[in-house]
Every structure is written in C-alpha cells, then in structure tokens.
C-alpha cells in the first residue's frame, strides 16, 4: 500500500521540549525547598497535572498555573510573594525560549517533503505551538497544520482524512507512544516511534511490539528509508 500522508508530531520529536519542562522543574523543587522535600513535591505536582488537563489542556500555560496551585497546596494557600513571581518568570522564559529543532530533523523533512504530504499534528496552547513552529523554520515543508486539544483515534482519522487519502495511507510519527502512536494505529495508519531521551510521565506506554504496521526508529533520519520500504 502506498503511503501518502506523514504526520509528524512537534514537541521532541522536532524540537526540544520536556527537556526545558524538567530544568523549570528543577528551579521550582528549589524554590520550594524550604516547604517540601523533592520526591513530596514531584508527586504533589504530578497529581494536580493531571487533575488540571482536563481544564488547561497541554502546554506551558497550565504547567505554570499547575506550579502555582502546588505552592498554594504545599504553603496551605499562603506562598511567598517572592515564589509566585519566580514562577511566573519561570513561565515566561519558557515561552520564549528559543526553539532548537532536533539533529537531521530539516534534513530529514526536506526529502520527506518531496514524495509526501507532510502534516504537523501536535498537542498544546495555539499561539505558542504556532509561534514555535514560526521560530523552528520548519513550515514550509508541511501541508497542514492540526493543533489539538488530545490525540485519539478520532483525530487521526479526522487529520489524515482531511490532509490525505485516509488513515491506511498514512503514517505517524512521534516520540509518544500513547499519544504519536497507539491512537495512530487504532486509526488503522502505520506508525513510527522514535524516542526521545526524556519523557513525560503521562506519555509513558508499553510499546505495540508484533503489529505489523509499528516501527521502532533510532532517529528521524531513519523515517524516509522505513516509509519508503512500506511502499
């Protein structure tokens, strides 16, 4: 079967992401150091993420709200003035920082670009996921670009059907195996895994090992060699 259709995750999979989460975590734990020991805190933030996803969605915005409401949580409703503005500050140069995309990424999209429809299919807040892209220099290789509220079957088939011929002619690519690829498969599209050396624990799944339309690659130069053998 011939595949027309790539979609590509944005967030470690093109460029750095959970990498820039982990180091705010870091200055949050030592903002926090005289109210909780790190592992207490961790949990503690880790809970109220989840609990907050289905109010802010994915992104800087609702992990910054998240930090605050665990100090408020930690201090019982009494921070320091001092740490609500570090945290805020903390989210702003988040926001902005620069966007590094990933080693043979450009490379690799510039072939991929020439033999398929390329679409961008990424979790988390609008203006920033687009301001990224802006900054990545990256967009002109994609023919659509889907910024949604979760990743399920339904999206999939939505995205590749709007952007492609459906999802059994498409492929996806990500570096989250609950997000990138289950739900890709499930649509009946073929899906590739390339790690990344951090992830977020709400990403975390056992990989589809055996399905016949799933493919564990090292790096995103491997992507147009694996779709091209599927051909």
Same mark, same amino acid.
């Given at each position: 079967?011939?595949?027309?259709?790539?979609?590509?995750?944005?967030?470690?999979?093109?460029?750095?992401?959970?990498?820039?989460?982990?180091?705010?975590?870091?200055r949050?734990?030592?903002?926090?150091?005289d109210?909780?020991?790190?592992?207490?805190?961790?949990?503690?933030?880790?809970?109220?993420?989840?609990?907050?996803?289905?109010?802010?969605?994915y992104?800087?915005?609702?992990?910054?709200?998240?930090?605050?409401?665990?100090?408020?949580d930690?201090?019982?409703?009494?921070?320091?003035?001092?740490?609500? %503005?570090? @945290?805020?500050?903390?989210?702003?140069e988040?926001?902005?920082?620069?966007?590094? &995309? =990933?080693?043979?990424? +450009?490379? #690799?999209?510039?072939?991929?670009?020439?033999?398929?429809?390329?679409?961008?299919?990424?979790?988390?807040?609008?203006?920033?996921?687009?301001?990224?892209?802006?900054?990545?220099?990256l967009?002109?290789?994609?023919?659509?670009?889907?910024?949604?509220?979760?990743?399920?079957?339904?999206?999939?088939?939505?995205?590749?059907?709007?952007?492609?011929?459906?999802?059994?002619?498409?492929?996806?690519?990500?570096?989250?195996?609950?997000?990138?690829?289950l739900?890709?498969?499930?649509?009946g599209?073929?899906? %590739?895994? @390339?790690?990344?050396?951090?992830?977020?624990?709400?990403?975390?799944?056992?990989? &589809? =090992?055996?399905?016949? +339309?799933? #493919?564990?690659?090292?790096s995103?130069?491997?992507?147009?060699?694996?779709?091209?053998?599927?051909?």
């Open positions: 079967m011939a595949i027309t259709t790539v979609g590509l995750d944005a967030d470690d999979t093109l460029w750095h992401n959970e990498t820039i989460f982990r180091l705010t975590q870091d949050f734990r030592a903002l926090m150091a109210y909780a020991e790190p592992e207490f805190l961790d949990a503690r933030l880790a809970e109220v993420e989840r609990r907050n996803l289905a109010l802010y969605g992104g800087v915005k609702g992990f910054t709200l998240s930090l605050i409401e665990t100090a408020m930690i201090t019982g409703g009494q921070p320091p003035g001092r740490v609500i %503005a570090d @945290i805020l500050a903390a989210g702003r988040m926001l902005s920082h620069p966007v590094e &995309p =990933l080693p043979g990424v +450009r490379q #690799a999209m510039a072939e991929l670009s020439q033999h398929y429809r390329l679409v961008l299919v990424t979790k988390g807040d609008l203006l920033h996921q687009e301001q990224k892209l802006a900054a990545s220099g967009g002109e290789f994609f023919v659509g670009v889907e910024i949604v509220s979760e990743k399920d079957a339904s999206t999939y088939d939505r995205v590749f059907t709007r952007h492609g011929t459906g999802a059994a002619e498409a492929a996806m690519c990500g570096n989250s195996l609950r997000s990138d690829v739900p890709a498969l499930e649509a599209a073929f899906a %590739a895994h @390339i790690p990344y050396p951090l992830t977020w624990a709400h990403e975390l799944a056992d990989p &589809p =090992l055996g399905h016949p +339309r799933f #493919a564990e690659l090292a995103i130069a491997e992507l147009p060699g694996w779709l091209s053998g599927l051909g």
